[in-house]
């Protein structure tokens, strides 16, 4: 078994070279199948996805049996802004490695997002529902998930959302910083999704592609909250003074449209390899309860 991954300077990727070294964390040891993997650690300095020639012959040099592509242009405001790079690498990028994928006969396992949604419904979305991004981000990556499908039989495509691990940049490290320097910190109440934390995330993600259930997959902490309730947890667990107060997206300054409403059911988890989230306070907790000695898994 030869995993390949790519984005392994990012969070989840960084999370997932991890597991795959310890073979088991907080939720339970990794399938048997990994047990003598190789493992391929890319980044965009030695794979830089949105290069077709480059994707297919180091393909060919390296013949991964699985390929995990968590390499992507995440960050949502500059997508907004330069689009032509946004949509290369979240559309082009997974279109390239699912061209190189299936040329090998490899698996491929794409990460995708919350937002390919509009955020109107008013209860989970499910993988059956029809997607309608309203941002750049949102659009991209639902083009990459169109191209993950159409070039590679055997795909997986695992929407999350509000991702966080130790290493990088996410709410949770810019909460606790800010929390660390502010009394006070206003955030916004009236959007409503699911933090995940990166191991639980890589956990599934590796169990998964390790049954050959190929298919699009939800795969979030369980239940749902604000990013003003997401934050007064931080500040609780943590155990830091700051207060947190509530605004609405208009008091918030930006001019990007995000889904006021994004919360994923975890469908396909549960008909398949059964669905073993943590819901998003306790693996909150112990995240932050760990962060002294960073022990990811
Ligand atoms: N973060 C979230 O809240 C969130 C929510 C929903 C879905 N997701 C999805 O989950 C996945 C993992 O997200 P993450 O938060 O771990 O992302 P991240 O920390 O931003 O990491 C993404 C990585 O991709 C690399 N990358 C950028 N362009 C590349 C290229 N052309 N070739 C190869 N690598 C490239 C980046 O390298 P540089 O740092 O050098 O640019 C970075 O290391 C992504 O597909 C993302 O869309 C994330």
């Known amino acids: 078994m030869r995993v390949l991954i790519t984005g392994g300077n990012g969070q989840l990727g960084k999370t997932i070279i991890q597991l795959l070294r310890d073979k088991e964390c907080v939720l339970g040891e990794l399938d048997p199948v990994y047990s003598n993997c190789e493992i391929i650690c890319t980044n965009k300095g030695t794979l830089d996805i949105t290069n077709l020639g480059e994707v297919k012959s180091y393909f060919m040099k390296f013949k ?7 390499g992507a242009y995440t960050h949502v405001e500059q ?5 032509d790079l946004c ?3 979240n559309a082009l990028g997974p279109r390239n490695l699912a061209f190189a994928s299936e040329e090998i006969e490899a698996k491929l396992i ?3 997002t919350d937002y390919v949604f ?5 209860m989970p979305y499910q993988e059956h529902d029809l997607p309608n991004p309203i941002n750049a981000y949102g659009k991209s990556k639902y083009l990459g998930e169109e191209y993950a499908k159409e070039f590679c039989s055997r795909y997986y495509i695992l929407r999350t959302s509000w991702l966080y691990g130790y290493e990088g940049k996410n709410f949770v490290n810019t909460m606790l910083a800010a929390g660390k320097e502010k009394k006070e910190l206003h955030v916004v109440a009236d959007q409503i999704g699911s933090p995940t934390n990166t191991i639980d995330l ?7 592609a390790a049954a050959d259930e190929y298919g699009i997959y939800h795969c979030t902490g369980n239940g749902e909250c604000s990013w003003y309730e997401f934050a007064k947890k931080i500040m609780e667990y943590a155990e830091t003074n700051c207060k947190i107060h509530p605004i609405s997206t208009l008091d918030y300054n930006s001019t990007i449209q995000r889904p006021p409403y994004s919360t994923l059911d975890h469908m396909m988890l549960r008909c398949t390899i059964g669905d ?13 309860k760990n962060l002294t000695d960073r022990r990811i898994l």
């Open 202 to 208: 890589a956990y599934h993600l590796l169990q998964l």
């Open 79 to 83: 997508c907004e802004l330069n689009n």
């Open 118 to 122: 509009d955020g109107q419904k008013k």
């Open 64 to 70: 991964p049996n699985m390929v995990i592509n968590a």
């Open 87 to 89: 949509f290369k690498v």
């Open 276 to 288: 073993h989230m943590r819901n998003w306070q306790d693996a909150l907790k112990d995240f932050i």
């Open 110 to 112: 794409h990460l995708s």
